[in-house]
């Protein structure tokens, strides 16, 4: 019989007190619709700001409340990456490279919050990234898009959504919200050195603690590769 193999998870800093959050809200909502009973009159400013204050906390705990309860999947075979809108599989032998994302600009180098992959192949992502979780990672990355177009690192059309197939090394185009995630990372890989990019928030611990993980697995895979079946 077959040992099963190890698996990691991670839960990200993204979730954390999403539970204490609505209660609160609530809590403040509660006692502001018990003032307003009696002190609408006197204090009805300070109740409609208390109530927008309550509102949006809960607002807030309920978002957090939305994320997956584990961000990342680790095993000697792949990392998945697990997101609201969806989820990302790579076989560890498509990682070339995993980093805290960093650029020098003049004498200064300055960190991104985010955990960078480089793939030997783009072209892995294909088949693994759902649309509707690549357009919204688009979106999510449009801060990283002005970061760069702001110091330089890539054009005004680099930076503009691509909506044209990309076509794969085997000839195949895809279409779609995939193939314009496809071109805005092959875009950001030029500019930053890296396809993927993971916000801080989505990891348990700092970056730089996050990427020393992922590169330890990536090196132990061998110790299971006889275990491991692609796919």
């Known amino acids: 019989m077959t040992a099963s193999l190890p698996c990691i998870t991670i839960k990200a800093k993204a979730k954390n007190h999403g539970l204490f959050l609505v209660c609160l809200g609530s809590g403040l909502l509660l006692i502001a619709l018990f003032f307003t009973l009696f002190f609408w009159q006197q204090a009805r400013l300070i109740l409609i700001f208390i109530d927008l204050v309550a509102l949006v906390t809960c607002l807030i705990g309920f978002v957090k409340l939305m994320e997956p309860k584990v961000s990342f999947v680790i095993t000697p075979a792949a990392l998945c990456y697990q997101h609201r ?33 480089r793939l030997n192949n783009i072209d892995c992502l294909a088949n693994s990234i759902s649309p509707r979780m690549a357009n919204r990672l688009i979106h999510e990355q449009r801060p990283l898009t002005l970061y760069c177009l702001l110091n330089n690192l890539m054009t005004l059309e680099q930076g503009t959504m691509n909506f044209m197939p990309y076509k794969l090394s085997d000839g195949t185009c895809i279409k779609g919200p995939i193939a314009c995630f496809l071109h805005h990372s092959c875009a950001l890989q030029k500019a930053l050195g890296y396809h993927l990019f993971i916000p801080d928030t989505a990891m348990d611990r700092d970056i730089a603690d996050f990427s020393r993980l992922l590169s330890q697995c990536r090196k132990a895979t061998a110790l299971y590769s006889s275990k491991i079946k692609p796919g």
């Open 85 to 117: 809108h969806g989820k990302w599989r790579l076989l560890w032998q498509d990682i070339l490279r995993i980093d805290a994302v960093k650029e020098t600009c003049g004498i200064n180098t300055q960190e991104l919050p985010y955990l960078g992959i």
